[in-house]
């Protein structure tokens, strides 16, 4: 009658389970009884706890997470209104349809992969090479590490605030920097290109310091050997850098690459309050409307519940495809190396 | 009983004769000492993270003429106070902060707690199902609330829960990274040996949980319990769609509130993000150690 209990590690010699077992050498039956009783229970509570333990959150999932997920398709299938959420008319694919046929969704659509490009790859650079200087010998390595983590702590409501004010056109500190050493005014918040910039920079300051400790984590986690045998066959710090701590990092990059491409499909709080009068439009000309943003304003300035669904199934699939490719790089990595 | 009991015999193992000193050319990675060069780059690295923080101190110490010249201010004015004053009126951020207080506590209780149970579970016991179920949750990971939003807003709408706090607690409550984040401490912080006294003992699952999980994961539930409430302290999106500026906001829509109105107070603005951040960064000031430490942790095998 082997109990689940003793998976977990070498049985007792009489591999018994029950516990409070007393010395008795010849049990009654009333006591055996009992006792029965007792292993019963006890093997139910070792099968059935974990599930216990586990439910709570998957109940939670299940209602918060995975029912609205698949209702949002569902939606997207209707056209609902925002003043009667609960009214839903059948449309089939005719959400979808205007969507691809308007120019914004595809506009938006790019400025997502252009603010998500500059805003992850500097970020990532950067956290790389803040990671490798943190890794050293430091006087106040701690001081050091949690500085690079308060933006972390400041809200995107504040730090978007903020930088509105310092890549303001006429008075901010970034143009005032920029004429002291001879460049031209740039306006950042109705130019293309410099707008969706100054976006980028809000998510690159509040997200660097984090990867940069997750690298860090992941450079300590590295053999000393590797390094002592590398310097023994005379590479030195830069190639002891490429050859030795970058593919130690590789599923780290990996993760961190994921995470990033996750939150860039999502930005939405930024490029709301980086031009408070403009709200959900991104910008006079859209010329910063993410996904995320353009989704919002089908939804709650135009109200059509049943379009925005569409589009964050969109996003959802979108999701799924580069889930699908980080997949199947990360197994020829796997398989390269 | 004592055959379980019995210590792995690694203890006995004399320890291994220390290594002898390595010429300084051959260490590497993190013996190495910083050049100063690292101490200038992190100097930057520090002024980049930090000023702008500090930048709006100074605005909010200011007036809002002041802010519409050049060059910007540099230094600290003497309307600090006055500014908080108005924007704390003005924003309801009274309101705000014993609201976002509560929905940040229970979700971050809730969360550590429900975390810890499931996060055990996968860690040290066996079950059918097991490794299916972990692929959901790291799965969940990767699915960003915001897919969700649609239908938890028509929900909200039926329940009548809109400029409720329970409409934001609720999806909080749902926190993939918190099994996984707990799962991976409890597998290398809690020895097998431990559980298994516990069971020779006598202990129900339930008791292990008491006297053996929860004082083993303390440390790891208190970094998980300030990560979630940062976090939920900082959600902007959700708590933006189903609160009002008037009805029951939390500090994030509340500081939002006073950038969009039409005749913006820009140090007003400011005064506003500086309350809406000043509670974290007295949180990280005083526990910032034990915060990366934990960000560290996590993400390790992440």
């Given at each position: 009658?082997?109990?689940?209990?003793?998976?977990?590690?070498?049985?007792?010699?009489?591999?018994?389970?029950?516990p409070?077992?007393?010395?008795?050498?010849?049990?009654?039956e009333?006591?055996?009884?009992?006792?029965?009783?007792?292993?019963?229970?006890?093997?139910?509570?070792?099968?059935?706890?974990?599930?216990?333990?586990?439910?709570?959150?998957?109940?939670?999932?299940?209602?918060?997470?995975?029912?609205?997920?698949?209702?949002?398709?569902?939606?997207?299938?209707?056209?609902?209104?925002?003043?009667?959420?609960?009214?839903?008319?059948?449309?089939?694919?005719?959400?979808?349809?205007?969507?691809?046929?308007?120019?914004?969704?595809?506009?938006?659509?790019?400025?997502?992969?252009?603010?998500?490009?500059?805003s992850?790859?500097?970020?990532?650079?950067m956290?790389?090479?803040l990671?490798?200087?943190?890794?050293?010998?430091?006087?106040?390595?701690?001081?050091?590490?949690?500085?690079?983590?308060?933006?972390?702590?400041?809200?995107?409501?504040?730090?978007?605030?903020?930088?509105?004010l310092?890549?303001?056109?006429?008075?901010?500190?970034?143009?005032?920097?920029?004429?002291?050493?001879?460049?031209?005014?740039?306006?950042?918040?109705?130019d293309?290109?410099?707008s969706?910039?100054?976006?980028?920079?809000i998510?690159?300051?509040?997200w660097?310091?984090?990867?940069?400790?997750?690298?860090?984590?992941?450079?300590?986690?590295?053999?000393?050997?590797?390094?002592?045998?590398?310097?023994?066959?005379?590479?030195?710090?830069?190639?002891?850098?490429?050859?030795?701590?970058?593919?130690?990092?590789?599923?780290?990059?990996?993760?961190?690459?994921?995470?990033?491409?996750?939150g860039?499909?999502?930005?939405?709080?930024?490029p709301?309050?980086?031009?408070?009068?403009?709200?959900?439009?991104?910008?006079?000309?859209?010329?910063?409307?993410?996904?995320?943003?353009?989704?919002?304003?089908?939804?709650?300035?135009?109200?059509?519940?049943?379009?925005?669904?569409?589009?964050?199934?969109?996003?959802?699939?979108?999701?799924?495809?580069?889930?699908?490719?980080?997949?199947?790089?990360?197994r020829?990595?796997?398989?390269?190396? | 009983?004592?055959?379980?009991?019995?210590?792995?015999?690694?203890?006995?193992?004399?320890?291994?004769?220390?290594?002898?000193r390595?010429?300084?050319?051959?260490?590497?990675?993190?013996?190495?000492?910083?050049?100063?060069?690292?101490?200038?780059?992190?100097?930057?690295?520090?002024?980049?993270?930090?000023?702008p923080?500090?930048?709006?101190?100074?605005?909010?110490?200011?007036?809002?003429?002041?802010?519409?010249?050049?060059?910007?201010?540099?230094?600290?004015?003497?309307?600090?106070?006055?500014?908080?004053?108005?924007?704390?009126?003005?924003?309801?951020?009274?309101?705000?902060?014993?609201?976002?207080?509560?929905?940040?506590?229970?979700?971050a209780?809730?969360?550590?707690?429900?975390?810890?149970?499931?996060?055990?579970?996968?860690?040290?016991?066996?079950?059918?199902?097991?490794?299916?179920?972990?692929?959901?949750?790291?799965?969940?990971?990767?699915?960003?609330?915001?897919?969700?939003?649609?239908?938890?807003?028509?929900?909200?709408?039926?329940?009548?829960?809109?400029?409720?706090?329970?409409?934001?607690?609720?999806?909080?409550?749902?926190?993939?990274?918190?099994?996984?984040?707990?799962?991976?401490?409890?597998?290398?912080?809690?020895?097998?040996?431990?559980?298994?006294?516990?069971r020779?003992d006598?202990?129900?699952?339930?008791?292990?949980?008491?006297?053996?999980?929860?004082?083993?994961?303390?440390?790891?539930?208190?970094?998980?319990?300030?990560?979630?409430?940062v976090?939920?302290?900082?959600?902007?999106?959700?708590?933006?769609?189903?609160?009002?500026?008037?009805?029951?906001?939390?500090v994030?829509?509340?500081?939002?509130?006073?950038?969009?109105?039409?005749?913006?107070?820009?140090?007003?603005?400011?005064?506003?993000?500086?309350?809406?951040?000043?509670?974290?960064l007295?949180?990280?000031?005083?526990?910032?150690?034990?915060?990366?430490?934990?960000?560290?942790?996590?993400?390790?095998?992440?």
């Amino acid at each position: 009658m082997a109990t689940r209990h003793d998976t977990a590690a070498p049985p007792t010699e009489e591999g018994g389970a029950a516990p409070g077992r007393p010395p008795a050498a010849v049990p009654d039956e009333k006591e055996q009884r009992r006792r029965n009783r007792m292993s019963r229970r006890w093997q139910r509570d070792i099968r059935w706890s974990p599930y216990a333990f586990v439910s709570p959150f998957f109940l939670l999932f299940v209602a918060f997470g995975l029912f609205p997920l698949i209702y949002t398709g569902w939606a997207s299938l209707h056209t609902v209104e925002l003043t009667a959420p609960t009214d839903m008319q059948w449309a089939g694919l005719r959400n979808y349809t205007r969507i691809f046929d308007d120019d914004f969704f595809w506009n938006a659509a790019k400025n997502t992969l252009t603010i998500g490009i500059i805003s992850t790859v500097p970020q990532l650079l950067m956290a790389m090479g803040l990671a490798h200087i943190l890794n050293y010998r430091l006087r106040g390595s701690i001081f050091y590490r949690v500085m690079m983590l308060a933006p972390y702590a400041t809200s995107i409501a504040s730090a978007s605030l903020v930088f509105v004010l310092l890549f303001g056109r006429d008075y901010g500190m970034i143009n005032w920097a920029l004429h002291a050493i001879g460049f031209d005014k740039i306006d950042w918040q109705n130019d293309k290109w410099p707008s969706q910039i100054a976006v980028s920079t809000i998510v690159i300051w509040r997200w660097t310091g984090y990867n940069a400790l997750i690298y860090l984590a992941a450079m300590q986690a590295i053999p000393h050997d590797l390094y002592e045998s590398a310097a023994l066959d005379g590479a030195n710090r830069w190639q002891q850098f490429f050859h030795v701590t970058l593919p130690s990092l590789r599923p780290t990059i990996l993760f961190t690459v994921v995470v990033s491409t996750i939150g860039a499909s999502q930005v939405f709080g930024e490029p709301l309050l980086f031009d408070a009068n403009k709200g959900a439009s991104g910008g006079a000309e859209h010329q910063f409307q993410t996904l995320g943003l353009y989704l919002y304003e089908q939804g709650w300035v135009n109200q059509h519940l049943g379009r925005a669904s569409a589009i964050a199934w969109t996003m959802f699939l979108i999701l799924i495809v580069i889930g699908i490719v980080n997949y199947v790089i990360s197994r020829r990595l796997r398989a390269s190396s | 009983m004592t055959t379980t009991l019995t210590k792995p015999p690694a203890d006995a193992v004399p320890e291994p004769p220390k290594r002898l000193r390595r010429p300084k050319s051959a260490r590497a990675g993190g013996q190495m000492h910083a050049g100063p060069l690292a101490y200038v780059i992190l100097a930057l690295f520090t002024i980049g993270s930090l000023g702008p923080l500090v930048w709006t101190a100074i605005a909010a110490s200011r007036d809002t003429n002041r802010l519409a010249q050049s060059p910007p201010p540099f230094w600290f004015g003497s309307n600090l106070f006055h500014n908080l004053d108005v924007a704390w009126t003005e924003a309801n951020l009274g309101e705000a902060f014993v609201n976002t207080t509560f929905v940040a506590g229970v979700s971050a209780v809730t969360v550590v707690f429900l975390s810890t149970l499931a996060g055990f579970a996968f860690a040290k016991l066996r079950f059918k199902g097991r490794g299916a179920l972990m692929l959901i949750v790291v799965g969940t990971m990767m699915v960003p609330p915001q897919l969700s939003v649609i239908p938890l807003y028509m929900m909200v709408a039926k329940l009548d829960w809109t400029d409720q706090l329970q409409a934001v607690i609720f999806p909080s409550l749902v926190s993939a990274f918190g099994v996984f984040f707990m799962r991976q401490y409890l597998i290398q912080a809690l020895p097998d040996e431990l559980i298994e006294a516990a069971r020779v003992d006598g202990a129900s699952s339930w008791r292990v949980i008491w006297h053996v999980v929860f004082p083993a994961a303390r440390p790891a539930m208190a970094v998980l319990g300030m990560l979630v409430f940062v976090q939920t302290w900082n959600d902007f999106l959700w708590p933006f769609l189903v609160l009002t500026q008037t009805g029951n906001p939390t500090v994030q829509v509340a500081v939002a509130g006073l950038g969009r109105g039409f005749t913006p107070d820009q140090s007003l603005i400011m005064a506003g993000a500086l309350l809406g951040t000043l509670p974290l960064l007295f949180v990280f000031a005083l526990f910032g150690k034990q915060i990366v430490g934990g960000i560290m942790q996590g993400a390790v095998k992440g």
